[in-house]
């Protein structure tokens, strides 16, 4: 079995939203190989609006785009991308995003897949911000079967 069909598997009934890419990371790609109904309920649409596309469909007009040319440096190093980024919904709501974007590799190094484990976050009002991380707090949590996985890998701080 490989990474991406354990993936796939583990995914399924999962309440955060993951998604699976190629390793083509210039445009058109990278492509959507997979995503589970969590990501679809995150992003507002179907899956079949989803798989074959690229993850710029959640892209507007108040994406940064330093954030993004930190994200494709991450992606082109070979290297874990864990961010904030503004994306937008199906219906062109905006919402901030916690992604947590990583590299599969082959066994002789080789980058198969970038899987991204991404969540909804809302900014706590009134609070004063200690971090950038502590600026946010998670709008939905988690607590399937994947969360202590997800914990072991390092995955959001608080799944
Ligand atoms: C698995 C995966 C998930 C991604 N999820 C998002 C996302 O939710 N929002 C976003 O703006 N970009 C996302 N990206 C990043 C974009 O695909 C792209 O790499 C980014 O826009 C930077 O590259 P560019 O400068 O060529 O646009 C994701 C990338 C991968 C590989």
Redesign the pocket.
């Known amino acids: 079995m490989t990474a991406f069909e354990l993936i796939c598997a583990l995914a399924q009934g999962a309440t955060v939203g993951i998604?699976?890419?190629d390793p083509m990371?210039?445009?058109p790609g990278?492509t959507?190989l997979y995503a589970n109904a969590a990501f679809g309920r995150l992003v507002d649409r179907e899956l079949d609006e989803i798989i074959g596309h690229?993850?710029?469909f959640?892209?507007g007009r108040e994406?940064r785009r330093e954030t993004?040319?930190a994200?494709?440096r991450a992606?082109a190093a070979g290297e874990r991308f864990h961010g904030y980024?503004t994306?937008y919904r199906g219906d062109a709501t905006k919402y901030r995003?916690e992604?947590d974007?990583r590299p599969l590799r082959a066994a002789d190094g080789r980058i198969e897949n970038?899987?991204?484990f991404?969540r909804e976050v809302i900014r706590r009002i009134g609070r004063p911000s200690v971090g950038a991380a502590g600026r946010y707090e998670p709008a939905v949590v988690s607590n399937d079967l994947l969360t202590g996985a997800l914990r072991g890998l390092a995955i959001f701080e608080h799944v």
Do not use: G, K
Request: glycine share 0%.
């Open positions: 998604v699976v890419s990371i210039e445009p990278p959507i690229s993850p710029r959640m892209q994406t993004l040319d994200f494709h992606l980024v994306n995003a992604v974007c970038f899987v991204a991404e």
